[in-house]
């Protein structure tokens, strides 16, 4: 049985760690609020967008080299974009992205990978340190975006993204990320990017009616503007809910060792006092066989 000291000394040690525990959890509360709302005023017209950016997709000629981000070309060249926090202390929250990604290398993307034709673009420090460690092929690293998120940051990057798919440096890019549900749930999503998914290929848009559209001024104009900033604005929801969810899985996890502490704590209480009131029997045992040694 470990001594009264020890058993106080740990007492001491998980008050403490329950202190920063709460502390953290209730600064990820107010963090939380601000990025949930900023994700779920974005998201109806995030999702608008993209349904009117398919049906303009599925309604241009797939032909029409000014129809560039829908091409359906032949995947030799593919970029991931797994996209992580740059902090710890929330769960799973990034080794489920990492993990995310190497399914989805090995099940969809491994003989791109084997030739040498797989890149990634990683967003958040835990990736990156991971993949970078690994001597994977990392073309960039955006870890500074969370720390000035706004649409102007994340639309430098959807830029370059747009402009490498044009280029045909890549044939295909996706983007890996936790989709916040709500505060303790969050749905890792593996979302394709570039080229725009057409409406017959969508899950969602499977049985919507096709779209017939007249164009003004031009269908050449409405591609060159449209479409770019449509993928801007895909591009950083995807970030906004990564955010919410991060805080989300980090206010998740402070709340569950804030718990824990408490539960050990309780524990250890228990046994200070088994231990004290066996310092105090053997006391009492000591001085009675004292005293009946004397009278003896």
Not at 186 to 199: G, T
């Amino acid at each position: 049985m470990p001594s009264l000291k020890e058993v106080r000394t740990r007492i001491t040690s998980v008050k403490s760690t329950q202190q920063i525990t709460s502390a953290m959890k209730l600064v990820a509360a107010s963090k939380l609020r601000k990025a949930q709302n900023a994700i779920l005023q974005m998201r109806p017209y995030a999702n608008k967008l993209k349904e009117i950016l398919q049906n303009l997709s599925a309604s241009l000629d797939v032909a029409d080299q000014d129809n560039v981000y829908s091409q359906q070309r032949k995947q030799d060249k593919v970029l991931l974009i797994p996209v992580s926090s740059n902090r710890g202390l929330c769960g799973a929250f990034n080794s489920n992205v990492i993990k995310a990604t190497l399914r989805t290398i090995d099940q969809k993307y491994k003989a791109q990978h084997k030739d040498g034709n797989l890149h990634l673009m990683t967003v958040g420090k835990k990736v990156t340190e991971y993949f970078s460690r690994r001597k994977y092929n990392i073309i960039e690293s955006h870890d500074e975006l969370f720390d000035d998120l706004n649409f102007e940051n994340a639309g430098i990057i959807a830029d370059k993204l747009m402009k490498l798919f044009a280029t045909g440096k890549y044939d295909r890019i996706d983007i890996i990320y936790n989709q916040f549900k709500n505060a303790a749930t969050q749905r890792l999503v593996v979302e394709q990017f570039l080229p725009v998914e057409p409406v017959e290929q969508s899950g969602q848009q499977a049985k919507a009616p096709k779209v017939d559209y007249i164009f003004e001024p031009d269908k050449e104009e409405i591609v060159q503007d449209l479409i770019p900033k449509s993928l801007k604005i895909q591009f950083y929801k995807s970030i906004l809910d990564s955010n919410a969810a991060e805080h989300g899985a980090r206010m998740t996890a402070m709340h569950q060792a804030t718990d824990n502490a408490q539960e050990l704590l309780r524990d250890l209480s228990i046994a200070y006092n088994k231990a004290r009131q066996a310092a105090i029997t053997n006391e009492i045992l000591e001085i009675v066989s004292g005293a009946e040694a004397l009278k003896g």
